[in-house]
């Protein structure tokens, strides 16, 4: 007689949930996701309004075979133990293969980003050698030998960091201990602004050099150097794209994990985690299953949040359950900060010049920062990351048009700004500033549509902590082992995946979190495992 499969129950259908659903169905489960939204995504989702299509998160695609991997997969062939990192991948392959084709087409961006400085010069981010090099020359260059000491020094980190150790699960002190040496050896604990800072003396290049944890919620200031590797991460594999919006590679997920007999339930907010009490004191208790906010239980062999971890834990869990991540250690990590972002249409005028990406920074970098991160206040001034998507997929707007989001790292809730009053004068100031300083000439005239996201959107309808848009922070103290773990400590059957669990927040990292939340669900499931292979 066939063995039953058992059930997994995935909470949010983010890019962590639905990369773990896939590997969950190749594995053999029968996998429902629940939604609290009416679409997949989470901080991916979409909006479509007035002929205009908006991705409302994340729009930078790196690490292409991450995406092939997935779409390769099959059911009953999770592929969990071939190489992370094969050797054709290794050789430099950047581009989307076969298996990807067939639902979502890539294609790449160059240059990766434009970063705007100040003073209105700026410097194109490419990967190429040879230009990244000349663009130095101009800047400053007397940093041109620093460059090539920087080049080695982040290459060497994202060898070990990123290559060898990108999948690892730091589930025990042992496991982090052993790295440690090295991670000490390359000098990337120390802070990321301090590690460009050796290198070179233009303050331009220190900040062309750091900026990007800011994409996934950390401080430059304070996260670790090993993510001087996100360099080499977008050198080696660059940066892409994909046609119709990121919610298209999203809708592509969707259509493989349903082709695999994967069940997605929208609208489907999740009350609370369902759990048995513990047998004895010293046993974890064993998780039983969910209860939606309409009042429908669910039960499950597995449950996994790709929630926000401190929603996950301090609003679905009963604290008689969670001896390891009680209320007290919940609260007081420390979370990334939030964002502004306003999604905006305007007229084709014929003058915009302007990349896909670009980042525009502000009169300050340090200090502003220091604002955003630990001041917790509102300044006048302010740096953005400025998309506009329609340069490269004119799809996404009507006829002479042009669709675009500008992204504005702000204070989580923490703060105790009153977004109602502040998040209307911001969006004005940000989009009359992009006019009267030339990056959008016209605008105001020409603007078409707009509308705004503010960190209460992040805690209302994301149900995210303080309105936290990436998550826990990267910090030292919360990497690796002090970052939450992918199977909990407390619940036996209970998992986490995405940006707040390991390796961290970014689109290839939630990829990769699935895959080592995956291998731990098969480690402890290995037995069933085995009996459906065997059928």
């Known amino acids: 007689m066939s063995e039953e499969r058992s059930r997994a129950i995935i909470i949010g259908a983010g890019f962590g949930g639905l990369s773990l659903a896939l590997r969950l169905q190749s594995l053999g489960f029968d996998t429902t996701i629940v939604e609290k939204l009416d679409g997949a995504g989470g901080r991916a989702y979409v909006k479509k309004v007035n ?14 075979h991450f995406i092939e991997e997935l779409f390769a997969l099959d059911r009953g062939s999770d592929k969990l133990d071939q190489p992370d990192f094969p050797e054709h991948i290794l050789s430099g392959e950047q ?13 790449p961006i160059k240059p990766f980003y434009r970063i705007y400085f100040d003073d209105k010069s700026y410097f194109d981010y490419d990967g190429d050698p040879v230009r990244t090099r000349e663009q130095i020359r101009q800047i400053a260059p007397e940093d041109l030998d620093g460059y090539e000491r920087f080049h080695k020094d982040a290459e060497a980190i994202f060898k070990r960091g990123f290559l060898e150790l990108g999948y690892s699960f730091f589930n025990d002190v042992p496991t982090m201990l052993r790295v440690l040496p090295d991670l000490l050896k390359l000098d990337a604990v120390r802070s990321l602004f301090s590690f460009p800072s050796r290198y070179f003396s233009s303050d331009k290049l220190r900040q062309v050099f750091s900026f990007e944890t800011l994409l996934i919620g950390g401080n430059p200031l304070v996260v670790p150097a090993i993510y001087a ?37 929208y609208e489907s907010e999740v ?72 999604y905006f ?19 300050r970098y340090e200090e502003l920062l220091t604002d955003i991160f630990k001041r917790k206040i509102l300044a006048s001034d302010f740096s953005q990351y400025l998309h506009v998507p329609t340069i490269t997929d004119p799809a996404l707007a009507p006829e002479g048009h042009h669709a675009a989001y500008t992204l504005i790292p702000v204070p989580h809730n923490g703060s105790g700004i009153d977004w109602s009053i502040e998040g209307p004068k911001l969006t004005d100031t940000v989009l009359r500033f992009l006019d009267d300083e030339g990056y959008i000439p ?6 078409a549509h707009s509308e705004f996201v503010t960190p209460d959107y992040f805690e209302n309808t994301l149900n995210s ?15 690796a082992f002090f970052r939450p773990h992918n199977r909990s400590e407390d619940i036996n059957g209970l998992y986490l995946v995405g940006a707040s669990s390991q390796p961290g927040a970014g689109t290839p990292s ?10 731990a669900i098969a480690e402890d499931f290995s037995d069933t495992i085995s009996q459906w292979r065997d059928e």
Do not use: C
């Open 271 to 342: 009350a609370s985690i369902n759990v048995a009490d513990r047998k004895g004191w010293f046993k974890k208790p064993t998780i039983k299953g969910l209860t939606l906010a309409n009042g429908e239980v669910l039960t499950a062999d597995a449950v996994i949040s790709n929630a926000d971890y401190a929603h996950t834990y301090m609003k679905l869990i009963d604290r008689k359950h969670r001896r390891w991540n009680p209320d007290w250690r919940v609260r007081n990590m420390h979370y990334s900060m939030s964002l502004l972002v306003v």
């Open 229 to 265: 590797m996100i360099h080499f991460v977008e050198k080696t594999w660059g940066v892409h794209y994909v046609m119709g919006g990121t919610g298209a590679l999203v809708q592509g997920m969707v259509k493989k994990f349903e082709e695999m007999g994967g069940v997605i339930r």
């Open 442 to 447: 016209g605008l105001m005239d020409n603007l």
């Open 465 to 479: 902590h303080l309105g936290n848009s990436f998550g826990v922070e990267p910090r030292l103290t919360q990497s």
């Open 95 to 107: 581009q989307p293969g076969t298996a990807t084709a067939k639902y979502a087409e890539i294609v």
């Open 510 to 519: 939630v990829m990769m979190s699935a895959k080592m939340t995956a291998r």
């Open 51 to 64: 002929g205009f299509t908006f991705d409302m998160g994340p729009t930078v695609i790196t690490v292409p």
């Open 345 to 363: 249409g305007f007229k084709d005028t014929g003058n915009l010049d302007l990349r896909h990406h670009n980042i525009i920074l502000g009169p």
